[in-house]
C-alpha cells in the first residue's frame, strides 16, 4: 500500500506544472549551454564554450538576448547584433518571442532556477543552460625574496 502512495504522489507532483510568472525572474543575465537535446533524443554536451548568451529583460517584460565573448580579464567582447524579445505567458507557458532584420521565431522557456534555464525550440531542440561563472585569473601583485 506504501508503494501505490508514493507512486500516486509522485504523479501529483509531475502532473503540477511550473507557475510561469516564476520562471521570469531567473531568465535576466548571463547564460552558456551545457547541453543540447535533439528531437531524436540524442545530446551534444558542452564542456566549453567560447560565447555565452546575454539576457537582459525589462519589468515590462521586453529585452534582448546577445552572444558575448567573455575574456580573461572579466571583460566582455560582442558585435552590435542583439535579438530584441518580448516574453508572453500563454497557455501557462512562459514563451520567448524574438526579432531581428531577418527573422522571428519563439522559444518555450520549460525551466528556470538560479543555476539552470532549460528552454524548448520549434523544432523541438531543447537547450539546457547553465549560469555563466566568468574565469578570474588574478595576477599576483607580490614577489617573493624569501627563498
Known amino acids: ?24 525572474e531567473h531568465l535576466d543575465g548571463y547564460w552558456e549551454i551545457d547541453e543540447v537535446i535533439m528531437p531524436d ?17 525589462s519589468d515590462s517584460l521586453t529585452g534582448f538576448r546577445k552572444k558575448l565573448k567573455p575574456s580573461f580579464d572579466g571583460t566582455y567582447t560582442t558585435s552590435d547584433d542583439s535579438e530584441d524579445l ?13 526579432t531581428t532584420p531577418f527573422a522571428n521565431w519563439k522559444e ?11 528552454i524548448i525550440n520549434d523544432q523541438k531542440i531543447k537547450y539546457l543552460y ?6 578570474n585569473v588574478e595576477k599576483s601583485n607580490s614577489t617573493s625574496t624569501d627563498r
Open 86 to 98: 518580448k516574453l508572453k505567458i500563454e497557455n501557462d507557458s512562459l514563451h520567448i518571442y524574438y
Open 1 to 24: 500500500m506504501k508503494k501505490y502512495t508514493v507512486l500516486i504522489f509522485g504523479l501529483i507532483l509531475l502532473s503540477c506544472s511550473n507557475d510561469p510568472n516564476a520562471l521570469i
Open 41 to 57: 533524443g540524442s545530446k551534444r554536451e558542452y564542456t566549453y564554450n567560447d560565447t555565452v548568451d546575454y539576457f537582459s529583460i
Open 130 to 135: 547553465k549560469r555563466f561563472e566568468p574565469i
Open 108 to 118: 518555450t522557456v520549460l525551466d528556470a532556477t538560479e543555476e539552470r534555464l532549460f
